[in-house]
Nanobody, 125 residues
Framework: QVQLVESGGGSVQAGGSLRLSCAASGRTFSTYAMGWFRQGPGKEREFVAA????????YYADSVKGRFTISRDNAKNTVYLQMNSLKPEDTAVYYC??????????????????WGQGTQVTVSS
């Protein structure tokens, strides 16, 4: 079982930066692949970034490559999403998710078993 709590969202001007954090409970954080997803107004939830249990494998959605960086600190039970050069189209609720224990790495939304409550990111032009 994993409980996730996101933080770090807020409002910024286009071109600005934010760092999201996702704090996980439990002693087995390092056994879960982690991902970030987002859902804008009137849109479906979409994949943003994923990182494997060890951090060795990372994958980004094309829309955020070169701007966002996912990382994890297993000793702190925390995953991060550094967001630079933010654009208005990045406006969304951002969700942290943990994959099922059987997945060392996944980008498939239906393979994530645990979800945080989300944190709002608003980028104004």
């Amino acid at each position: 079982q994993v409980q996730l709590v996101e933080s770090g969202g807020g409002s910024v001007q286009a071109g600005g930066s934010l760092r999201l954090s996702c704090a996980a409970s439990g002693r087995t954080f390092s056994t879960y692949a982690m991902g970030w997803f987002r859902q804008g107004p009137g849109k479906e939830r979409e994949f943003v970034a994923a990182i494997s249990t060890s951090g060795a494998r990372i994958y980004y959605a094309d829309s955020v490559k070169g701007r966002f960086t996912i990382s994890r600190d297993n000793a702190k039970n925390t995953v991060y999403l550094q967001m630079n050069s933010l654009k208005p189209e990045d406006t969304a609720v951002y969700y942290c998710a943990a994959g099922g224990a059987s997945y060392a790495f996944t980008v498939r939304i239906n393979e994530y078993a645990y979800w945080g409550q989300g944190t709002q990111v608003t980028v104004s032009s």
